[in-house]
Nanobody
Framework: QVLLVESGGGLVQAGGSLRLSCAASGVTGSLNTMAWYRQAPGNERELVASINRGARSKYADSVRGRFTISRDNANNTVYLQMNSLKPEDTAAYYC?????????????????WGQGTQVTVSP
């Protein structure tokens, strides 16, 4: 069972920066795609950015050019550097990871979520 622990959220003024971290423990397979999602009150959870094991990344249009996702495969950690923050970036940010297992029984993918970290951007 993979455990994802996020950190780095907080309160920041518009135009400021924050760096989120998500550390995975209990990994027994291969951590493939890792991603950050966010959910604001009353809204659905949305994908912010994702990164595969080869460091290929994708971004939501709303954050492209302001946010950067990166990962440290040796330490099973993914980061989200958030610059030029806007009030509309205010949300709970969740880490997501896909762990794959391949053995004589076949191939399996498992998905995990962190508990979330709050990001609040004041005007």
């Amino acid at each position: 069972q993979v455990l994802l622990v996020e950190s780095g959220g907080g309160l920041v003024q518009a135009g400021g920066s924050l760096r989120l971290s998500c550390a995975a423990s209990g990994v027994t397979g291969s951590l493939n795609t890792m991603a950050w999602y966010r959910q604001a009150p009353g809204n659905e959870r949305e994908l912010v950015a994702s990164i595969n094991r080869g460091a290929r990344s994708k971004y939501a249009d709303s954050v492209r050019g302001r946010f950067t996702i990166s990962r440290d495969n040796a330490n099973n950690t993914v980061y989200l550097q958030m610059n030029s923050l806007k009030p509309e970036d205010t949300a709970a940010y969740y880490c997501n990871a896909m762990e794959s297992h391949s053995d004589s029984r076949g191939y399996e993918e498992r998905f995990y979520w962190g508990q979330g970290t709050q990001v609040t951007v004041s005007p």
